[in-house]
């Protein structure tokens, strides 16, 4: 289901497209972090902070809506995760699993042990 992010409707890859945009402009701020004039980027990152938190808690909290939806938002989290780029906590991975409990099953099988035939 969609929801309201920064006043329009998104939708899970859209969240993930804004988080992904969010952590590109923080690295190319941080660029200019040493630069006289750095204090008045202090707003925007302070902005952007808040735009790429609002959309992570989305992608957390958006229920897929099928089984490659769930797919996706499962991998992209376990990268984020596994990146150590982004401390997820606790709670917001237990929510992230509720949303995926539908799809169970198709992540059981698209994530599970392959057969013998399928591997390269």
Known sequence: M???????VVTLRQ????????????????RYSRTP??????????????RGKTALEAVVDLD?????????????LMAL????????PRRDV???ILTLLPFKSDLAETLGPRSGGDRH
Not at 18 to 29: E, G, I, Q, S
């Open 2 to 8: 969609p929801i309201n992010l920064t006043g329009r």
């Open 15 to 30: 969240a993930v497209s804004l988080y992904n945009r969010t952590r590109m402009t923080a690295r190319r701020l941080r």
């Open 37 to 50: 004039w750095s204090i008045l980027l202090y707003p925007l990152a302070q902005l952007n902070r808040i």
């Open 64 to 76: 897929p809506e099928d089984g490659e939806e769930a797919r996706e938002k499962l991998l992209y």
């Open 81 to 88: 995760m596994s990146s150590n780029s982004v401390p997820l």
């Open 94 to 96: 237990e929510r992230a």
